[in-house]
């Protein structure tokens, strides 16, 4: 689907008998009951409005019946990621109206705001006097066999941040410029994050009063927080570049940082160099899709890169592409940069110490580029495939798929939050790096800890989880199933009964709390050293609550391998000519874990050098 020509694709998936259970709260205006038409489906005429949970709130709709057709949905409320969820909001209803039915496929990339308006839509029907189950018309599908042939300079293949810098990068040096994108928004990983990104030496690090940094000190730090296994020459080139990439961003392509908000104080960092984006993730998608919009950039939506088109040579020389319609472009290009993000969603190509792991991320992560490059003819090498990025502050909202309470996990230890064992021992310093408390959660039981909390930390976490898509609504159901089931949130008015609801002991949880309370009062931990600064509230009483804290990753760190201007070798050490790769898909600068905002800074960092080598090398 090409820019400012969106295609419509409808395909078949049977989820009603899923969404009714889901529905909630349904309210209409009524006109007189019909009777059943012959042969036909009979409503009882009249608009109504119904809600259901979406990822970040609820999702409002209201749906017009005439006697015998549904004739218009519409969202009227939601509050899902901007740019994200928005194709799922206007397709979603068409499709409806369209084959009066609800056997609707969800909007790739928006599965549970597509769900979620199937799930109110569903609601209303049954408000309007009919079994939702009986519109399960198959969605009409014509399969496009137009081809079309394209010339380019350079073709970018995935639209994430990485993408995104490549193609705003070449089309700014004046290279006519190709980017493809499978889902049907821009963004990627990068428009569902926090939104927080390593500016080491650029001007902005330095406005926020940090002046002494140096690309020696961001080698060293990051080759500590990646066990030493980084790729030297990638991490040094991203080290001399991530500043002036940052600034390029900031003046060029408009993203605006927090400068409020100034540089965050991290474990990982000797100097402070992180900064968040102005409204987050988001915010950053939000303005980087518009300059692509404003720029020359060609951007096809919904469509998929399938193969990589090589000459008798072995080098590639363009893409072949395929639409939702399933219209095909065959791409010729002088250069190709692969820009199609991580493998997290695709347990083919995971470790096992992956895979016991929770998946927090994009599900467009699939290896679409790693699987291409390592295809016949083309033989692409990989490297550190074995890693990703894990966090120890996942809660398992589904089997295998998590949830972030990072932010919370921030708000709380800010507070009187701590981290126990299942045993209710305290075993590790909350403010110290995620990589060192994974490595505390990982020997624990069930590779598990708990955040203890009171109820005035809780109160306060609670509320700082909307970003990370936990509805109060969520929280609300997990606390009432109180452990029965997962993500486990236990409450209970005294720390003996929350420690016989989790299965703990009684006199070592509370002996946790009172020991933790003689640290605040003096000052000092004496068992883990927790600076004084993130103790000054003592644990109150009762009640209190506990959440699990489980590992969780969505980035990964292997990839393709690269040289210094970011050409693909294959096995055998040799150039691909014409394959550049940039992002997520390139493998080894992070070694085997990334510190915090390096994965944005990277993905930013590797698309811009990689642009600006495909301009040296095609001049």
């Known amino acids: 689907?090409?820019?400012?020509?969106?295609?419509?694709?409808?395909?078949?998936?049977?989820?009603?008998?899923?969404?009714?259970?889901?529905?909630?709260?349904?309210?209409?205006?009524?006109?007189?009951?019909?009777?059943?038409?012959?042969?036909?489906?009979?409503?009882?005429?009249?608009?109504?409005?119904?809600?259901?949970?979406?990822?970040?709130?609820?999702?409002?709709?209201?749906?017009?019946?005439?006697?015998?057709?549904?004739?218009?949905?519409?969202?009227?409320?939601?509050?899902?990621?901007?740019?994200?969820?928005?194709?799922?909001?206007?397709?979603?209803?068409?499709?409806?109206?369209?084959?009066?039915?609800?056997?609707?496929?969800?909007?790739?990339?928006?599965?549970?705001?597509?769900?979620?308006?199937?799930?109110?839509?569903?609601?209303?029907?049954?408000?309007?006097?009919?079994?939702?189950?009986?519109?399960?018309?198959?969605?009409?599908?014509?399969?496009?066999?137009?081809?079309?042939?394209?010339?380019?300079?350079?073709?970018?293949?995935?639209?994430?941040?990485?993408?995104?810098?490549?193609?705003?990068?070449?089309?700014?040096?004046?290279?006519?410029?190709?980017?493809?994108?499978?889902?049907?928004?821009?963004?990627?990983?990068?428009?569902?994050?926090?939104?927080?990104?390593?500016?080491?030496?650029?001007?902005?690090?330095?406005?926020?009063?940090?002046?002494?940094?140096?690309?020696?000190?961001?080698?060293?730090?990051?080759?500590?927080?990646?066990?030493?296994?980084?790729?030297?020459?990638?991490?040094?080139?991203?080290?001399?570049?991530?500043?002036?990439?940052?600034?390029?961003?900031?003046?060029?392509?408009?993203?605006?940082?927090?400068?409020?908000?100034?540089?965050?104080?991290?474990?990982?960092?000797?100097?402070?160099?992180?900064?968040?984006?102005?409204?987050?993730?988001?915010?950053?998608?939000?303005?980087?899709?518009?300059?692509?919009?404003?720029?020359?950039?060609?951007?096809?939506?919904?469509?998929?890169?399938?193969?990589?088109?090589?000459?008798?040579?072995?080098?590639?020389?363009?893409?072949?592409?395929?639409?939702?319609?399933?219209?095909?472009?065959?791409?010729?290009?002088?250069?190709?940069?692969?820009?199609?993000?991580?493998y997290g969603n695709n347990k083919d190509l995971l470790s096992d110490q992956l895979k016991t792991a929770l998946y927090y991320g994009p599900t467009s992560s699939t290896g679409d580029g790693i699987v291409m490059a390592k295809g016949e003819g083309i033989d692409a090498a990989t490297r550190l495939m074995e890693y990703g990025k894990r966090y120890p502050n996942g809660v398992e909202v589904s089997e295998g798929i998590a949830k972030s309470t990072i932010v919370g996990n921030i708000a709380a230890f800010k507070k009187s939050g701590i981290l126990v064992n299942s045993a209710g021992d305290r075993v590790v310093n909350e403010k110290s790096s995620n990589r060192s408390i994974l490595e505390v959660e990982l020997t624990q039981q069930k590779q598990m800890l708990y955040l203890l909390m009171d109820q005035a930390t809780f109160d306060v976490f609670k509320t700082s989880l909307g970003e990370a898509g936990i509805s109060q609504g969520d929280i609300e159901t997990w606390l009432k199933n109180n452990g029965s089931t997962k993500p486990y949130f236990f409450h209970a008015e005294t720390a003996e009964a929350l420690a016989t609801a989790a299965g703990m002991d009684a006199g070592a949880l509370q002996n946790t709390i009172n020991r933790y309370n003689s640290f605040v009062k003096a000052r000092k931990d004496e068992d883990f050293g927790r600076s004084a600064d993130y103790m000054k509230e003592s644990i109150g009483s009762g009640p209190y609550y506990l959440v699990e804290q489980k590992p969780r990753f969505a980035t990964t760190m292997g990839g393709l391998v690269v040289n210094a201007d970011f050409e693909v070798l294959n096995t055998s050490s040799q150039i691909i000519s014409g394959l550049y790769a940039a992002g997520e898909v390139v493998g080894g600068v992070m070694g085997d874990d990334s510190p915090s905002g390096a994965n944005n800074a990277w993905a930013l960092t590797s698309g811009k050098l990689s642009a600006e080598a495909v301009v040296d090398k095609l001049k």
């Open 1 to 342: 689907m090409r820019k400012k020509n969106v295609k419509k694709m409808l395909s078949v998936m049977l989820l009603v008998s899923l969404v009714i259970l889901s529905v909630a709260g349904c309210s209409g205006t009524k006109n007189e009951d019909s009777s059943k038409g012959a042969g036909g489906i009979t409503y009882k005429a009249g608009t109504y409005t119904g809600s259901a949970d979406g990822k970040n709130g609820a999702v409002q709709v209201e749906v017009t019946f005439s006697e015998h057709a549904i004739d218009a949905v519409k969202v009227v409320n939601f509050k899902e990621t901007e740019g994200v969820s928005d194709a799922s909001v206007t397709k979603i209803p068409k499709a409806i109206v369209d084959n009066q039915s609800l056997k609707i496929d969800a909007v790739s990339g928006a599965t549970v705001t597509s769900d979620a308006i199937l799930a109110a839509v569903a609601d209303c029907v049954t408000q309007a006097g009919v079994d939702p189950l009986v519109l399960n018309n198959d969605v009409k599908k014509v399969e496009s066999t137009e081809v079309e042939d394209l010339t380019t300079d350079v073709v970018v293949i995935g639209g994430g941040a990485a993408g995104m810098s490549a193609s705003l990068r070449t089309d700014e040096l004046g290279l006519k410029t190709i980017l493809l994108e499978k889902m049907t928004y821009i963004g990627g990983a990068i428009s569902i994050s926090g939104g927080n990104q390593v500016v080491g030496l650029s001007k902005l690090q330095q406005d926020a009063g940090v002046t002494d940094d140096s690309a020696d000190s961001i080698v060293t730090d990051f080759l500590a927080n990646g066990g030493n296994k980084n790729v030297a020459e990638l991490l040094k080139l991203f080290a001399a570049n991530v500043g002036q990439t940052t600034d390029w961003l900031n003046q060029y392509v408009g993203i605006k940082y927090d400068m409020a908000g100034g540089l965050h104080k991290l474990a990982e960092y000797s100097h402070d160099r992180e900064l968040a984006y102005d409204q987050g993730g988001p915010g950053f998608a939000k303005q980087a899709r518009q300059k692509v919009e404003e720029s020359g950039v060609e951007l096809y939506l919904e469509t998929r890169a399938e193969k990589l088109v090589t000459d008798d040579s072995g080098a590639v020389t363009g893409v072949v592409a395929k639409d939702g319609t399933g219209k095909t472009y065959n791409i010729t290009a002088k250069a190709v940069i692969m820009a199609t993000g991580g």
